[in-house]
């Protein structure tokens, strides 16, 4: 017959303290989930985006410039417009320009005479950017010039 030896090893963890161990870990993981979703996840992505509605136009006529564009904010955050470059020109707004999320305006800026080559017998279409505090947004101007 063999004798069976029951071998006693000191430092084991019994099954019900393994296990209370391990419902504590995964309650305090779910708990850090739970606050990652509920505070930091909505916090990062909350973000401007500026959509450009319609053809932005500048009008020229023989002493100033006025640029008319269309503008939404389709973010989720507020978006300020800072400034809206023409070719070499810069219109920057008196007043805050600041859109909520979903709200849609037109911006009318005036500013300095436009350069001779634009308009009739020159360039139809200005490249042109928006400057925002979300970032910058590229566009093309449509010239319409006044005699």
Do not use: H
């Not at 069976?4 to 989930?33: E, M």
């Not at 509920?38 to 136009?57: E, M, V």
């Amino acid at each position: 017959m063999r004798k069976s030896t029951v071998i006693l090893r000191k430092g084991d963890l019994s099954a019900p303290v393994l296990a209370i161990i391990v419902t504590i870990g995964l309650i305090a993981a779910g708990l850090v989930l739970l606050a990652w979703f509920f505070w930091f996840a909505p916090q990062a992505s909350k973000t401007g985006a500026l959509q450009i509605l319609g053809q932005p136009a500048v009008i020229c006529n023989a002493t100033k410039s006025r640029v008319v564009i269309s503008v939404k904010n389709t973010g989720s955050a507020n978006i300020t417009v800072k400034s809206i470059i023409v070719g070499n020109l810069t219109y920057t707004p008196s007043n805050s320009n600041e859109l909520t999320p979903g709200q849609s305006t037109e911006i009318v800026l005036s500013g300095d005479k436009c350069p001779t080559d634009w308009g009739i017998g020159g360039k139809l279409t200005v490249d042109g950017t928006v400057v925002t505090d979300a970032g910058t947004y590229q566009t093309s101007f449509t010239v319409i010039k006044i005699t």
